[in-house]
C-alpha cells in the first residue's frame, strides 16, 4: 500500500492566496524530494531535503522537513496561475533503499 | 529540458502482446529508473538499474524487465500485457544510485486494448 501520503488531493486556491499541502509517511524516511507535474507533463524536480528540521525556500515555495523526518510540507505563497499543476513528494524509506516511494500528490488548481 | 529522451511517446498494444520502451539518460549519468504513472496517481517504482545492473525493484511481476546498456541508455521490457498495464511510462536518470534529484522524460503512454 501507499506508504508516503499526501494531502490535500486536491488544491483549488485563488489567485494571490497562500496554500499549504502535506507529506507524511508510515515510516521514517532517510530524505524527502518534492516534484511538480504539469498537465501532460512529466515530474521536474524542486528540492530535496535530508536534515531533520530542514526549511529551504525558493522564492515563493517553502519547503519543510519534519523533526522525526516523517513528514514534510510545501507552502506557497502568493498563488499565481504559473503554479497550477501536481505536486508530488517521493522519499527514500531506507537509508540503503534506492527505490522512490512517491505520494499521491496534491492537484493545485488557481482562480484567476 | 531534462536531456532525457523516450521513445516511442505513444503506443497501443493488445493484450498478451510484448512491448519494449526505450529511455536515453542525461549526460552523465549512470543511474536509470523506470516508473509507472497510472492516471491521476504518483509514479509507481518499477526498477533501477546502476552501470547496467538492477539494484533495487519495486513490487512489479518478473514480466516487467529491463536492461541497461554501457552508455547507461535503458530499455523496458513488458511481456503478456494486461489491461492494466496501461498507464504512463517514466524513466528518469541521476546520479549516485538514485540519493539526488532525478530527470525525468517526458514518458511513454502506453494503451493496452
Known amino acids: 500500500g501507499q506508504q508516503v501520503m499526501q494531502i490535500p488531493q486536491y488544491q483549488h486556491v485563488q489567485e494571490g492566496e497562500d496554500f499549504t499541502t502535506y507529506c507524511n509517511s508510515s515510516?521514517?524516511?532517510?530524505?524527502i524530494q518534492w516534484y511538480k507535474q504539469r498537465p501532460g507533463g512529466h515530474p521536474v524536480f524542486l528540492i530535496q531535503?535530508?536534515?531533520?528540521?530542514e526549511v529551504k525556500k525558493q522564492k515563493r515555495l517553502t519547503f519543510q522537513f519534519g523533526e522525526a523526518k516523517k513528514n514534510s510540507s510545501l507552502h506557497i505563497t502568493a498563488t499565481q496561475t504559473t503554479d497550477v499543476g501536481t505536486y508530488f513528494c517521493?522519499?527514500?524509506?531506507?537509508?540503503?533503499?534506492?527505490?522512490?516511494?512517491f505520494g499521491a500528490g496534491t492537484t493545485v488548481t488557481v482562480r484567476a | 529540458e531534462t536531456g532525457v529522451t523516450q521513445s516511442p511517446t505513444h503506443l497501443i498494444k493488445t493484450r498478451g502482446q510484448q512491448v519494449t520502451l526505450r529511455c536515453s539518460s542525461q549526460?552523465?549519468?549512470?543511474?536509470v529508473s523506470w516508473y509507472q504513472q497510472a492516471l491521476g496517481q504518483g509514479p509507481q517504482f518499477i526498477f533501477q538499474?546502476?552501470?547496467?545492473?538492477?539494484?533495487g525493484r519495486g513490487n512489479f511481476p518478473p514480466r516487467f524487465s529491463g536492461l541497461q546498456f554501457p552508455n547507461y541508455s535503458s530499455e523496458l521490457n513488458v511481456n503478456a500485457l494486461e489491461l492494466d498495464d496501461s498507464a504512463l511510462y517514466l524513466c528518469?536518470?541521476?546520479?549516485?544510485?538514485?540519493?539526488?534529484?532525478?530527470?525525468f522524460g517526458q514518458g511513454t503512454r502506453l494503451t493496452v486494448v
Open positions: 531535503l535530508v536534515k531533520s528540521g
Open positions: 528518469a536518470s541521476s546520479l549516485e544510485q538514485g540519493r539526488t534529484e532525478a530527470f
Open positions: 515510516t521514517t524516511l532517510s530524505n
Open positions: 549526460s552523465g549519468h549512470n543511474t
Open positions: 538499474y546502476y552501470r547496467e545492473e538492477e539494484n
Open positions: 517521493a522519499g527514500h524509506l531506507r537509508s540503503n533503499d534506492y527505490k522512490l516511494s
